[in-house]
């Protein structure tokens, strides 16, 4: 048993102990109902805002207190070094460089050495310029060195071959400039050679001290390109192995979409039929261009031949009476996201109109023209951002939003499939996609509710030209413009540059 005296000592512990859990549950209660944080926002000018504002000017003064002090770096002292380190030190500086050394211990130019009153030149400069967009022909020579004279004379002789407009931006032209005649004075051209077009060659050279223009026809086989094969797991990707080019593969997806649905009415064991103008040089040159004709064909019989025909490169029925059909066009390969009516709006939370559907896309996927029509209004337009409305005549009108670019201009003409834009995240958008709305009476109306299709249909003489052309066409074999073309005899196997030959011709004398 314990003596009195521990006895007394545990029971005054036990009376301090609960005391103190007294004390503690009476202070955790008064510190949970103050609010060291009050809302200075509210109540302003009352008991609770002043013990706010003093505990904010409290702590304000606590941070400034504890402000590091911050004092200026002392700086090495300066050493004096004699002349042989000061060299030492100046050739790994960037200073030789500027006076003409290369690097290291090679100096620059001294005192000692002693300028040259005139340097002599080479006698012959080979350059290359290149016309850029929105340039012309003189204007470039004249860069390039040629003087005023001779490069408004040389652009009179290529006009006189063919327009000076229809060089196309980026060619490349090979330029010799022969010998001053005179310090100070522009150096003659002695020759100037460059591709004019994909068949010609131009080439002016100085014969008995006149510029003459020597052109060189170049040998061109335009056989059109014809691809066939199995659609397999993928059209595209079928079509891309068998060698038709990506462009034009992309043409005959979205010319047959006009026509059926390419994601359902297509079978694995259905065959494409792809005709593409096609043109190769006889000096290995290759140029692809538009589809002229995409065929669908099932169990050895055609199901569906589309041609292109006139002027404004629409595609007809090649089967029948040459029947063109018009309707309108997907702006973008994708899906719907969203379709037209009340919704709750992503950005601003609440619900109203969406006026139009929504079709996923990715970003800088080109954006066509659902039909023919007239660009309305093209550029910055509220919640829309970057935004294109087109007018296609009786009250229809379509506009395009969220665009990351726009490719028209207002009044500008469009036509069914043309790039009008690119997909962007542009206005009140979450993300990449194409807003689609269309118009009647200037009021929007459900997009997918509306079709309109107009058909076309050829007769007399063009019905026969139509056909002649088709009979022209299907002759062509598949893989008949890879043959080997036969080389052109005033042409070496491979593009030789004027500078080139005017080399071979000096070593040789």
């Known amino acids: 048993m314990l003596g009195a005296p521990a006895a007394t000592r545990i029971a005054r512990f036990s009376s301090f102990a609960e005391r103190y859990e007294q004390w503690r549950q009476r202070t955790s209660v008064a510190l949970a109902d103050f609010d060291f944080a009050p809302d200075l926002a509210r109540d302003i000018g009352s008991r609770r805002w002043l013990r706010g504002a003093a505990t904010l000017l409290a702590l304000s003064a606590l941070a400034v207190a504890g402000w590091p002090d911050f004092a200026p770096l002392e700086a090495k002292p300066v050493v004096a070094v004699d002349e042989d380190v000061r060299d030492e030190f100046r050739s790994q500086m960037i200073m030789p460089l500027a006076l003409g050394a290369d690097s290291g211990r090679r100096m620059g130019a001294t005192r000692e050495v002693v300028p040259l009153r005139s340097a002599p030149e080479r006698p012959r400069l080979d350059l290359v310029a290149t016309l850029s967009k929105g340039d012309s022909f003189e204007r470039m020579l004249q860069r390039a060195g040629v003087s005023t004279a ?6 009179d002789l290529v006009a006189g071959t063919m327009p000076l407009g229809d060089i196309a931006p980026g060619t490349q032209v090979d330029i010799t400039l022969g010998r001053r005649p005179a310090p100070g004075a522009s150096r003659p051209l002695d020759a100037l050679s460059f591709r004019a077009r994909f068949d010609l060659q131009l080439g002016v050279s100085r014969e008995a001290g006149r510029l003459v223009l020597d052109p060189h026809p170049i040998k061109v086989d335009t056989t059109p390109l014809r691809i066939r094969g199995v659609v397999g797991s993928s059209l595209y990707r079928s079509a891309r192995n068998a060698g038709a080019p990506a462009r034009a593969v992309q043409e005959y997806l979205r010319t047959l979409g006009d026509e059926i649905d390419v994601s359902s009415a297509i079978a694995a064991s259905d065959e494409f039929d792809i005709i593409v103008d096609y043109k190769r040089a006889a000096t290995g040159e290759v140029e692809t261009g538009k589809l002229l004709y995409a065929g669908l064909i099932r169990d ?3 199901r569906k031949q589309l041609m292109r025909w006139g002027s404004d490169g629409r595609f007809y029925e090649a089967s029948g009476n040459g029947e063109m059909r018009s309707g309108l066009v997907a702006p973008v390969p994708g899906s719907r996201s969203s379709g037209y009516g009340m919704r709750r709006h992503p950005i601003l939370g609440y619900s ?3 006026k139009g559907i929504d079709f996923r896309a990715h970003y800088g996927e080109p954006i066509h023209a659902v039909t023919d029509g007239t660009v309305e209004f093209a550029g910055r337009h509220g919640g829309h951002g970057n935004f294109v409305k087109l007018q296609h005549g009786g009250g229809m009108e379509t506009g395009y939003a969220h665009m ?18 690119y997909v962007g995240s542009t206005g009140l958008s ?4 194409l807003h689609y709305e269309m118009y009647r009476g200037g009021k929007t109306v459900d997009p997918t509710g509306v079709r309109f299709v107009t ?8 019905l026969a030209a139509f056909k002649s052309e ?4 299907q002759q062509v074999e598949p893989g008949a413009a890879l043959a080997t073309v036969a080389p052109d005899p005033s042409l070496s196997e ?10 071979s011709k000096q070593k040789v004398g």
């Open 150 to 155: 001779e490069a408004d004379h040389i652009a």
């Open 300 to 302: 050895g019989k055609p």
């Open 352 to 354: 109203r109109m969406h």
């Open 404 to 421: 990351s670019r726009i490719a028209v201009r207002p009044g500008q003409r469009v036509r069914r499939g043309q790039v009008i834009g």
């Open 430 to 433: 979450t993300g990449p996609h």
């Open 455 to 462: 058909r076309m249909q050829l007769s007399g003489g063009q």
């Open 470 to 473: 088709l009979a022209k066409l």
């Open 494 to 503: 491979e593009p030789v540059r004027e500078i080139d030959r005017i080399e």
